[in-house]
Structures are given as structure tokens and as C-alpha cells.
Nanobody, 126 residues
Framework: VQLQASGGGLVQAGGSLRLSCAASGRTFNQHAMGWFRQAPGKEREFVAAISRHPYNTLYTDSVKGRFTISRDNAKNTVALQMNSLKSEDTAVYYC????????????????????WGQGTQVTVSS
């Protein structure tokens, strides 16, 4: 599986961005998907994840109510809608995929994910 993230950019605090991750290959619907981020000088952290189907979702506390993860198995894409952005959301955002047997499985652990995209920069100005 190859992943290509896009949609990052510069936005003012309070604004919105929508990240997208396109996956190649025919096994996308066998993978749970996740978004992680890494700010300068900090470790990579979990943001959100979504299961294969039915769609279980998981969010880190700091983005609950502001970010929404979704996927389209027909298009091999996963998206992260980010609203009410804050300066502390500034980071490089990575999409990742995890092969799972159970359709409802999700994980916030980066080591569980086998495939990673190249990252897209999100900068929120205050």
C-alpha cells in the first residue's frame, strides 16, 4: 500500500482545512487508517483513526469535537476534516494504514501501522 497525503497549508486560527490521503493497491478496505502528526521538536502523536467497516473512530482528546476522520472505500481515500484550528495543531500530518483482520479494529499506536504517507504540513497562525 502506498499512501499520498495532501491538503495541508497555512490557515488562521479558527479556520478549517481538509486533509486527504489517497491509497494505492487493491487491499485498502482491509486496512484501518490513521492520522498522526509531528510538531517541531516533539514526538509524533496520534490524531485520529478509523476502522475498516463498520466505521469505528478514535480521536485524541485535544481534537475531539473539532476534527472528523472519514473514509471512502470505493475511492481508496481517507480524509481528516479539521475545524476550529488552533496554533497548537501546527505540525506535519501523516496518514498511515494498518492491515487488520477484524473490521472494527482501530489503534492509536503508531507501531501498529505498517504503511505511511510522506506527510503534509499544516500551519495555523494565531
Amino acid at each position: 500500500v502506498q499512501l499520498q497525503a495532501s491538503g495541508g497549508g497555512l490557515v488562521q486560527a479558527g479556520g478549517s482545512l481538509r486533509l486527504s490521503c489517497a491509497a494505492s493497491g487493491r487491499t485498502f478496505n482491509q486496512h484501518a487508517m490513521g492520522w498522526f502528526r509531528q510538531a517541531p521538536g516533539k514526538e509524533r502523536e496520534f490524531v485520529a483513526a478509523i476502522s475498516r467497516h463498520p466505521y469505528n473512530t478514535l480521536y485524541t482528546d485535544s481534537v475531539k469535537g473539532r476534527f472528523t476522520i472519514s473514509r471512502d472505500n470505493a475511492k481508496n481515500t481517507v480524509a481528516l476534516q479539521m475545524n476550529s484550528l488552533k496554533s497548537e495543531d501546527t505540525a506535519v500530518y501523516y496518514c498511515a494504514s494498518m492491515y487488520v483482520r477484524r473490521a472494527d479494529m482501530v489503534s492509536r499506536i503508531s507501531e501498529d501501522y505498517q504503511y505511511w504517507g510522506q506527510g503534509t504540513q499544516v500551519t495555523v497562525s494565531s
